[in-house]
């Protein structure tokens, strides 16, 4: 057996689509050392430390890879995130076994810009906080390995600095007025790898198929790594099909190998297609053999046929596809950027659960994982460049932009589940510049639309929001907020056609709204009264403010799970009576953290996701599964409503959401009947029932039907029929603990004791003593300031096996301390 250490190199078989693996890799993940600042120079990273000096500085923190740095600074409520350098540094034990090798460090994403160093001397350069690259530190590991330095200092192990740079910088993508933050750090993993002399760099593989899959048309180019001029090689291919069986294999000598070597050229008959619902994918194995030794790699591919049919829908493989859409940033609680494996695995997997079949990646390159999981799962990708917002910069921002769309199409050119490359977002967005020149936005958007097809002829173009492009591309997605920055949610449908006849293909990304979790109303569709309808349903500048302009859901609404599920609910119905729709999606999956919202109910939070920042679902996940999905589902609404609320006597009503053909509800155990579903039945597809809750403790049961498959689901919550004034005191509770982890709850409470179930104050939680608040997590209930939602708030302490004191505050009101 091998053991896991850091420094051992195995063979690994990484089933990558774009940059092709190496012979001998292994992640840089362990014993690095980190700093949250700049240092005078590169001598201070390198210098002799330690040796019993209690004066060295500064001083570094141990942390492992990937790291971000602004893993909880990104929604502390009190400070703006960092933006600026960080260092990361650590010694490594070089050897690279293949005679004039190659030792490569492999980034596959930092940010925002990179220098590399080998003991004092930078060899590397990167600007882009998103896309793959490499640096080649083989001579400079051979000259370190000649000083004292080496031996003496280091004990035989290179000593490797890594500076990451998320300053602010106007002529860098994307624009700091995007409504994300910039990270910084070594976010994705760092690789270490030994090639040999000669190796394969990126492989393009061109899978083509009719619409009828009876012949699939394969073509293979290489770009090869070859510093040191090899003219020859042979290089062998074998081809392998979805259940693993080899169909075609050939081997072929090479004498040209610079530039772009064309491979292979072959085809193959009635081939098995890639499709949403049956993901399959072919194997390309290969070994190159030279003098300078051997190279092998493996790369997945798919065949597919992709349309977006003008003035109409979409198609794949000859039939129509209603896409299914959401979008992703990067971005978890606890770690920001830098998400591990199992978190990507886990988010992927909850989308394709949901009923997911699409996924706009916002908005900017995304991990090889990402696209890996979106071929295997089947779910169709639009992937773009972050020409986000600001306007247009000089030479340098051009040729970054160019650069990024040039290594995410190359990058990412094997991926069956792609169909779009992204131009941009939001183009129409001045700020950064003080000239904001339309026809220059044009002409360098045209300019990247004709980069990315001659990149690669084969998939469409798009952007999204920047309407005097919107000829430029081959698709176009306007801006359309039906409910929340403009309009109601009914006026969906026809502002949809409206600017579907504008362009030649359309799709509908970006729509939704912001619902803060475990917040809940008995009224949620009350601030629409007050809205004007009939109108636009774009987003203007200043509609993301909770303050000033006209009125608005996204300022005036409740901000609560009530509200946006009866939004996703009518959005939903209508998508089923477009016959000309080619897809839609919703923004975004999950909550992420912003730098432009510090005043929403969890701060630096925009909080439009189905699910919360750490994967708890919303109610507005089940909204979607019920539309979406095939396996029997039942869901009643307002599992974290813990009370609710009116005249005793009244009927209120309770709505299961389904994709059952029908369900029965019961009260306290009394049947109140069964209904069928029917999608255009508003709202909850007809499942809905007015049921006479009594005063105290109410259970709702509901057992819904799907041909032979039966599920349920139950909640418990308590009536309440007193009314209340405003709040005028607090009350700390802990109302949980596992382990050594306890829960606590402040509640607000008018002048008779009676609690405020609509307040919305802000609720500040402290700490003294051995624990620690769980905060910083950009969540309802991870944030030590929040807004209230039906009057409570809460959060997790970690004891620390000790004492400590928590206190919630909250202006106007006695502050309030509960011993642990």
Known sequence: MFKRTKYLFIIIALFSSQLVFAQKSARLSQDWEF??????????????????????????????????????????????????????RTQLAIDNPYKQGRTIL??????????????????????????????????????????????????????????????????????????????????????????????????????????????GKLSIKGRFYNPDKVNDADVQFKIFDPKGKLVLKTTKKLSNLSGDVDLWSTEIKKPQLWSTESPLQYILQYEISAAAGNYKGEEKFGFRNIEFVEKGPFNLNGKRLLLRGTHRHEDHAGVAAAMTDDLVRTEMKMMKEMGVNFIRLGHYQQSRMVLNLCDSLGILVWEEIPWCRGGLGGDVYKEQARRMLTNMVEQHYNHPSIIIWGM????????DFPEFDKQKIKAFMKELNDLSHQLDASRYTAIRRCD???????????????????????DYKKATEDEFAKVKRFLHVEWGGDSHAMRHSENPDKALSKIKTGGSADERAGDASLYGGAARISKDGDWSESYITNLIDWHLKEQENMPWLSGTAYWPFKDFSTPVRPDNPVPYMNQKGVIERDFTKKEAYFVFQSYWTEKPMAHIYGHTWRVRWGDEGEEKMVKVYSNCTEAEIFLNGKSFGTKKRNSQDYPAAGLRWNLPFVKGANIVKVIAKKGKETVSDEIQFTYQTAKWTKPVKMTLTKIDQQADIATVEAKLFDANGVQCLDAINWIS?????DGKLIDNQGTSSGSRKVQSYNGRAIIKVHLNKGQSVVSVASEGLKTVFLEL
């Open 424 to 431: 941009g977002n939001e183009n129409d967005w001045p700020g």
């Open 35 to 88: 700093l949250k600042q700049d240092l005078g120079g590169i001598w201070e990273a390198v210098r002799p430390v330690g040796l019993g000096n209690p004066e060295s500085v500064p001083l570094w923190s141990k942390v492992n890879l990937p790291h971000c740095v602004n893993a909880e600074d990104a929604v502390d409520p009190d400070v703006n995130y960092y933006q600026g350098p960080a260092w990361y």
């Open 106 to 215: 492999h980034f596959e994403g930092a940010g925002q810009k990179t220098d590399v160093y080998v003991y004092t001397m930078k060899v590397a350069t990167h600007v882009g906080g998103y896309d793959e690259w490499k640096a080649d530190i083989t001579d400079a590991v051979a000259e370190f390995k000649k000083t004292e330095a080496f031996k003496k200092q280091f004990k035989g192990k290179v000593p490797i600095s890594i500076r990451t740079d998320n300053s602010r910088d106007l002529e860098m993508i994307p624009s700091d007025l995007s409504d994300f933050n910039l990270y910084g750090g070594i976010y994705r993993h760092l690789n270490l790898i030994y090639n040999p002399a000669l190796s394969l760099d990126q492989t393009f593989i061109k899978a083509e198929v009719d619409q009828l899959g009876k012949i």
């Open 468 to 490: 005097f492009c919107a000829d430029i591309v081959d698709v176009y997605s306007p801006s359309i907020w039906a409910g929340w920055y403009r309009g109601a949610y009914t």
């Open 765 to 769: 939680f402290g700490l003294t003593g």
